[in-house]
T-cell receptor
Framework: DGGITQSPKYLFRKEGQNVTLSCEQN?????MYWYRQDPGQGLRLIYY???????QKGDIAEGYSVSREKKESFPLTVTSAQKNPTAFYLC????????????????FGQGTRLTVV | EDQVTQSPEALRLQEGESSSLNCSYT??????LFWYRQDPGKGPEFLFT???AGEEKEKERLKATLTKKESFLHITAPKPEDSATYLC?????????FGTGTSLTVIP
C-alpha cells in the first residue's frame, strides 16, 4: 500500500535532549512537509522540501532541523533549543504539479505525539 | 498575506440535521483549495480538491463548493460517524495554508 509512515507514534523527550522523528513515503512524491499541531492553533509549517537535498524554513523553524538525503525520507530533529516541543507532529507529502494554476493535494501520515518529561 | 479562516469553530448537529461549514480565504493566486477530515489523534484524511469558482465535488453525505472568496462543505443528513474536525487549506504556491478547523459533533 502506498502511503506515509511516521514513527514512533508516541515519543518522550527529557529536558535538553535532541530527538528525531521519522517520516517515510512510498508515493514517489517530490515535496515533503513537517507541521506542528497544537490545540486551537491549526497546522503550522516547520520545514518543507520540494526536492532532494533542498529544504526551506516554514513559519516556526526555530529549534528544529531537517535533512532530505533521499526522496522517500524527511526526518525532523527537535533540538534542545526548542523550548516548548510538546505537540502533535504531522508529516505530509505531495506531487509537484507541472501546471501553473493547479497544485496537487497533500497526504498525511498518522502523526507523532511528542511529550517532554 | 495568504490567510484561511474557518467557521464555526464548533458545530453540534442532531443526526439527520443538514448544515454547512465555511472556509474563507485570501490568497494571491489560488492553485487549489483542499478539504480534509481529521479524527482525534490521527493525521488529516484528504477529501476534496477544488480549483475554480463554481466547481463542486461530492462524496457520500459531503459536498464541497467553491466561490472566488470562500468554500463551503455541505453535510446532508449527517450520521454520528461524520463527527470529526474538518480542515480546509489553500495552496498559492509550494506551501499549504490551513485553517484552524471546524469540530463537528453529530448526536444520535
Amino acid at each position: 500500500d502506498g502511503g506515509i509512515t511516521q514513527s514512533p507514534k508516541y515519543l518522550f523527550r527529557k529536558e535538553g535532549q535532541n530527538v528525531t522523528l521519522s517520516c517515510e513515503q512510498n508515493l514517489n512524491h517530490d515535496a515533503m512537509y513537517w507541521y506542528r499541531q497544537d490545540p486551537g492553533q491549526g497546522l503550522r509549517l516547520i520545514y518543507y522540501s520540494q526536492i532532494v537535498n533542498d529544504f526551506q524554513k516554514g513559519d516556526i523553524a526555530e529549534g528544529y532541523s531537517v535533512s532530505r538525503e533521499k526522496k522517500e525520507s524527511f526526518p525532523l530533529t527537535v533540538t534542545s533549543a526548542q523550548k516548548n516541543p510538546t505537540a502533535f507532529y504531522l508529516c505530509a507529502s505531495s506531487a509537484n504539479s507541472f501546471l501553473r494554476d493547479r497544485g496537487t493535494e497533500a497526504f498525511f501520515g498518522q502523526g507523532t505525539r511528542l511529550t517532554v518529561v | 498575506e495568504d490567510q484561511v479562516t474557518q467557521s464555526p469553530e464548533a458545530l453540534r448537529l442532531q443526526e439527520g440535521e443538514s448544515s454547512s461549514l465555511n472556509c474563507s480565504y485570501t490568497v494571491s493566486g489560488l492553485r487549489g483549495l483542499f478539504w480534509y477530515r481529521q479524527d482525534p489523534g490521527k493525521g488529516p484524511e484528504f477529501l476534496f480538491t477544488l480549483y475554480s469558482a463554481g466547481e463542486e465535488k461530492e462524496k457520500e453525505r459531503l459536498k464541497a463548493t467553491l466561490t472566488k472568496k470562500e468554500s463551503f462543505l455541505h453535510i446532508t443528513a449527517p450520521k454520528p460517524e461524520d463527527s470529526a474536525t474538518y480542515l480546509c487549506a489553500v495552496r498559492p504556491g509550494n506551501q499549504f495554508y490551513f485553517g484552524t478547523g471546524t469540530s463537528l459533533t453529530v448526536i444520535p
